[in-house]
C-alpha cells in the first residue's frame, strides 16, 4: 500500500524533517512549521556540546569507539528475519531523478571490474544509556558538504520512542579506533514524519548534517587573557625582542614591572623606567635649574666644584637655538663672548626593560575541515525502476545469523552486488513496499548505502537506498535477504532539506596574530 494512503496526516509539502533529534525534544510542528509546512525543525547540538561529545570518544586512545557494538533495534528483542514477506514492486510518485556525486558533476560513465570500497562509507556511533552503539552510513552529495545518510533507526530510537542521537557523530573509513579522516558530529537530523510519528519502517532513512570534522589535538595560538585564564596543557612562548616603540604601539597591552611602584618615567630612554632610590641601578637625567633647587639633596648630581653637572661651551648659532632644560650663559664682551649652557641633573633609580611579544599555545582539538571535501559524498537518485539496474550495497555486517553462524567481525566493509528484485513487507514495523536484494549482510550494515551505477575507479555512485532490516528468504536460519526503504519523491524532498543547511564548526578560529606584549 503506498505511504500516502496508510497515513492521515500528511502536512503539506509530502515529507517533513525531524531536525533536531540531536539534542532534546523534537519541536511539534504548531511550535516550529517551516514556510509552506514542509519541515519541522528542532533544537540543533550547539558546537560546545559536539566539543563533548569528540572528546568522548576520543577519550583514552578511542576506547569508547572501540567499546561500541552493532545496533538493530529489532535484533535482541525478535529475530524478524522470518516475518518479511514478499509482494509487488512500489510506485514511485513523480519523475525519476537523480544530482551526481561530489566530483562527479558533468562527467559520463565507465565500466571497472574492480571492486574499490568507497572512502565515503564508515561508522555511525551514538550512544542509548551507557552503552555505545555504532551503524554503517555514508556521506552523500550536499551544497555544503556536510550531509550523512544512513537508516532511520540509527537517527532515532524507535523501540524506547526517544531520540538515540546522544554523542553522535560519523567517521568515515573507520578501522579499531582510527578515525583517518577525522570525526564529524552530528549537527541536525532529517527524516520523514511518517518514521518520526509513526515509526514507519517505509521511510527508514536519516540524513545528518554533520559540523566540520576534528582530527586528533595540536597546539594552537588563542588569544592573551584566555590563554592566561586556560586551564588544561598549554605553553608561554616568548619571541624575539622588541622596541619600547612597537611595545607602545599595542595600546591594550598589559604592563608587567619587575620590581617597585613606579615614580617617574621619561621617554629619553623608552627602555628604561625610573622607579625609586629603593629599586634598581641609579643614573642622573637632566632637569631644569629651578627642578634641581627645588629637589632633595640626596637626589642632586655634583661634581667636587659644585652642584652643577657640568658647564657647556657652545657655538654662537647652538647657543641662540637651545631650548632644553640647561640654563644659558655667556662671558665677555664684543667678539670676546664665550657661551655656554650650564646643566643641571638629578638622580633616579631604575631598573632596565625588555620588551618581548609573548604567545600562549593551547592544545586543542584540531578542525580537519568539511566531510564531503575529504572523502567525497555520493550522489542521490529517487524514483528509480525497481530492478532496472544493479546497485552496490556497502556495509560493517558484525552479528551472528539466526543459528548462531557468525562469519563477519564487524572490523572492515563489505560489499553486496545485484539487481533488487522484490518488495517486502513485515507488520509489526510497518513494511508495506521496502525493496529488497538478496545479501548475506547481518546487523550492523543497518544503514548501509545502496549504490546505484557505482564507479570503483571513482569510488563513487548514486544512493539509491540505506539498509534498512535483514530477511531469511528460504528459512533455513541464515540471513539472505537486506531490504531499504523506496527512494521517491518524498525521500528527495528530506534529502534536500537536508543538503542545503550550513553546519560550520565546533572549534573557534584564531591565527597565529594573537600574541601579546609583554614587558619584563
Known amino acids: 500500500m503506498n505511504t500516502r494512503v496508510k497515513r492521515l496526516l500528511l502536512p503539506v509539502g509530502g515529507a517533513v524533517t525531524a531536525a533536531g533529534l540531536l539534542g532534546g525534544a523534537l519541536v511539534s510542528p504548531a511550535q516550529a512549521a517551516a514556510p509552506g509546512g514542509g519541515t519541522v525543525v528542532g533544537a540543533t547540538v550547539p558546537a560546545s556540546d559536539a566539543d563533548a561529545a569528540v572528546r568522548f570518544w576520543l577519550w583514552s586512545s578511542g576506547r569508547a569507539l572501540r567499546d561500541a557494538i552493532e545496533y538493530h533495534p529489532d535484533y535482541k528483542v525478535v529475530k524478524h528475519t522470518d516475518r518479511l514477506v514478499s509482494t509487488g514492486g512500489p510506485s514511485s510518485d513523480g519523475k525519476a531523478g537523480i544530482i551526481p556525486a561530489i566530483g562527479e558533476e558533468g562527467k559520463s560513465s565507465a565500466t571497472v571490474k574492480n571492486v574499490n570500497l568507497p572512502k565515503t562509507v564508515g561508522k555511525v556511533f551514538f550512544l542509548i544509556g551507557n552503552q555505545p552503539y555504532w551503524c554503517t552510513a555514508s556521506s552523500v552529495q550536499s551544497q555544503y558538504h556536510n550531509v550523512v545518510a544512513t537508516a532511520g533507526h540509527c537517527a532515532y530510537n524507535t523501540d524506547r520512542d526517544r531520540h538515540v542521537l546522544d554523542r553522535w557523530v560519523f567517521v568515515p573509513g573507520y578501522y579499531q579506533g582510527k578515525a583517518p579522516w577525522g570525526i564529524y558530529v552530528g549537527k541536525q537530523a532529517f527524516v520523514h514524519y511518517d518514521f518520526d510519528v509513526y515509526e514507519d519502517y517505509d521511510r527508514d532513512y536519516a540524513f545528518v548534517t554533520v559540523y566540520n570534522g576534528v582530527g586528533g589535538y595540536g597546539w594552537q595560538v588563542v588569544p592573551y587573557e584566555y590563554g592566561r585564564r586556560f586551564t588544561g596543557e598549554k605553553k608561554v612562548e616568548d619571541a624575539v625582542k ?57 637626589e642632586r648630581v655634583g661634581d667636587v666644584s659644585g652642584p652643577v653637572k657640568g658647564k657647556e661651551e657652545v657655538s654662537k648659532d647652538k647657543w641662540d637655538h637651545y631650548t632644553g632644560p640647561g640654563t644659558k650663559t655667556s662671558e665677555g664682551e664684543g667678539d670676546a663672548t664665550k657661551y655656554f649652557i650650564v646643566h643641571y641633573a638629578l638622580r633616579q633609580w631604575y631598573h632596565q626593560q625588555a620588551y618581548k611579544i609573548t604567545k600562549y599555545r593551547i592544545l586543542i582539538l584540531k578542525d580537519v575541515g568539511r566531510l564531503g571535501d575529504n572523502v567525497g559524498g555520493q550522489g542521490f537518485a529517487w524514483n528509480q525502476k525497481v530492478g532496472a539496474g544493479a546497485v552496490y550495497v556497502f556495509g560493517y555486517p558484525a552479528a551472528e545469523h539466526p543459528d548462531g553462524n557468525k562469519p563477519y567481525s564487524g572490523v572492515t566493509p563489505k560489499w553486496c552486488y545485484g539487481k533488487p528484485s522484490r518488495t ?11 525493496i529488497a536484494l538478496k545479501c548475506a549482510f547481518t546487523a550492523g550494515a543497518d544503514g548501509g548505502p545502496w549504490l546505484l551505477k557505482y564507479k570503483s575507479a571513482t569510488r563513487l555512485g548514486f544512493l539509491n537506498g540505506v539498509t534498512s532490516a535483514f530477511g531469511d528468504a528460504d528459512k533455513n536460519g541464515r540471513i539472505d535477504l537486506v531490504t531499504s526503504a523506496y527512494f521517491d519523491g518524498e525521500t528527495a524532498a528530506v534529502y534536500k532539506a537536508a543538503a542545503s543547511s550550513w553546519s560550520g564548526s565546533i572549534l573557534p578560529k584564531y591565527s597565529d596574530n594573537q600574541t601579546h606584549l609583554v614587558q619584563h
Do not use: M, N
Not at 250 to 262: E, R, V
Not at 268 to 277: A, I, N, R
Not at 424 to 434: F, N, P, S, W
Open 242 to 298: 622588541v622596541s619600547a616603540a612597537e611595545y607602545r604601539a599595542h595600546g591594550w597591552s598589559k604592563q608587567y614591572f619587575l620590581d617597585g611602584p613606579i615614580t617617574k618615567t621619561t621617554w629619553k630612554d623608552p627602555e628604561k623606567t625610573f622607579v625609586g632610590k629603593k629599586y634598581g641601578k641609579v643614573e642622573w637625567y637632566e632637569v631644569s635649574q629651578p627642578d634641581y633647587e627645588a629637589a632633595p639633596d640626596v
Open 424 to 434: 517486502v513487507t513485515d507488520a509489526k514495523l510497518k513494511i508495506e513496499e521496502q
